[in-house]
């Protein structure tokens, strides 16, 4: 009995204990520590669902960083930041690989392309994901017999070659290859700029650089070797062969296909030393802005067609928008979603009647849509599934 009271005592006495301050301080800490790995363990859940969904179940991949100075920074402080990054921007590097390049594009843009294609990709090779894929799978699929040349360091390595192995696998000639930027600005009015840029005695902007390195790699590829340009966020629904020096209209005015008021540059079609391009590459050099959005790019191309029109006008054509913008950046995101009408259904048909018979291709405005799921049964999960040669885990 005497035992019985003790270890009530003692039970008494441990549960007053445990009142304390302390142990209730320690109690509470040890539960929210609980409650904070619980949620980390689930956002680690989350993001591997989130990055690893299908195709066209889900296009939304890693954000990529962009490489560019503070909004808010001064010129000088660009300057200097470019400076300090100069190592990260593959374009201003030289090695033996890109010393090759010129030959390297001779070698496999043969005689035997039934349509010379390039592509740019000045980002890491870890960025090129599922949407990337599907543009390079696109052209594949309309130009059995074309080449594909994917200007990029970071893609020429094991690692681009594993992306690009189920395409090349298949036959299709799909290459990638790193470039001199520097030699092949050379004779052209943009190579002062660019060692300007190189030295870090010109301002970079806000915006990043990469992309406007882009828009100038493109012209000067198309000026030295002649071919198409597309971006990697174009989908190829139509064949080019037979196209020629010709630039797309992304807005006319209304009622007017031949009355343009903008033009883009996310497709190109040029002859090798075409005088258009050499003027873009002026304009470039002269007239460079990199704290506005699109003026080394569409805004560029626009000014300098609407200037020389009148002189060079016939050397090149101007095509309206249905040829490579079919749809503008809003009308498109109807696209991604399922039909859910009769009138939705009817509208679906007529979109992909004109992508797949009157355009050349549709541009996905990946800066815009990049987020939007491309629902099964949509407009774009329909024409994916069109134009794919590999169609892996494609969705119908």
């Known amino acids: ?17 445990t009142n304390s301050p302390m142990f209730s301080t320690a109690i509470f800490a040890f539960i929210m ?16 669902t989130f990055f690893w969904t299908s195709p066209t179940s889900e296009v939304i991949t890693m954000e990529r960083k962009p ?10 402080y660009r300057m200097a930041w470019l400076r300090s990054h100069l190592e990260e921007f593959e374009a201003f590097k030289s090695t033996n690989l890109s010393e090759k390049f010129h030959q390297r594009v001779l070698e496999s843009l043969n005689d035997e392309c039934e349509v010379r294609f390039f592509m740019t990709w000045f980002s890491p090779a870890d960025y090129f994901g599922k949407r990337e894929f599907l543009a ?7 130009h059995p017999q074309g080449c594909l040349m994917i200007v990029s360091g970071s893609m020429d390595s094991p690692q681009g070659s594993t ?3 189920p395409i090349s696998d298949l036959g299709y000639k799909v290459f990638a290859a790193t470039p001199d930027v520097s030699s092949l600005l050379e004779n052209t009015p943009a190579k002062t700029w660019f060692q300007e840029m190189k030295s870090c005695k010109r301002d970079p902007g806000r915006i990043p650089l990469s992309q406007n390195l882009s828009n100038l790699a493109r012209l000067a590829i198309l000026y030295k070797y002649g071919g198409v340009y597309l971006d990697t966020d174009f989908i190829v629904t139509r064949s080019f062969k037979g196209l020629k020096n010709s630039i797309g209209a992304q807005t006319v005015v209304e009622g007017d296909s031949k009355n343009w008021t903008r033009l883009n540059n996310a497709v190109l079609v040029f002859e090798k030393e075409h005088p258009l391009v050499y003027s873009f590459m002026e304009e470039f050099a002269t007239t460079f802005d990199g704290n506005r959005w ?14 020389v029109e009148e002189t060079i006008g016939n050397s090149f054509t101007v095509l309206p928008p249905v040829a490579f913008y079919p749809f503008n950046w809003i009308d498109i995101q109807r696209l991604f979603q399922t039909p859910r009408s009769r009138n939705e259904t009817t ?8 992508l797949n018979r009157i355009s050349y291709g549709l541009h996905l405005w990946n800066k815009i849509t990049k987020k939007l799921k491309i629902e099964k049964g949509s407009a774009i999960d329909i024409s994916i599934s069109d134009h794919c040669v590999v169609c892996k885990g494609i969705q119908r």
Do not use: C, W
């Open 294 to 307: 699109g003026h080394n790019g569409p805004y560029l191309v626009t000014r300098v067609v609407q200037r």
């Open 33 to 48: 520590l609980l409650v904070v790995v619980g949620t980390i363990l689930s956002n680690m859940s989350l993001e591997s």
């Open 163 to 165: 992306i690009l192995k």
């Open 67 to 76: 490489l560019a100075p503070p909004k808010n920074s001064t010129s000088r």
């Open 136 to 142: 390079v799978e696109s052209v594949f699929k309309s």
């Open 1 to 17: 009995m005497e035992k019985d009271n003790s270890n009530k005592k003692s039970l008494s006495e441990q549960l007053k204990h």
């Open 347 to 354: 509208l679906l048909k007529a979109d992909l009647i004109k």
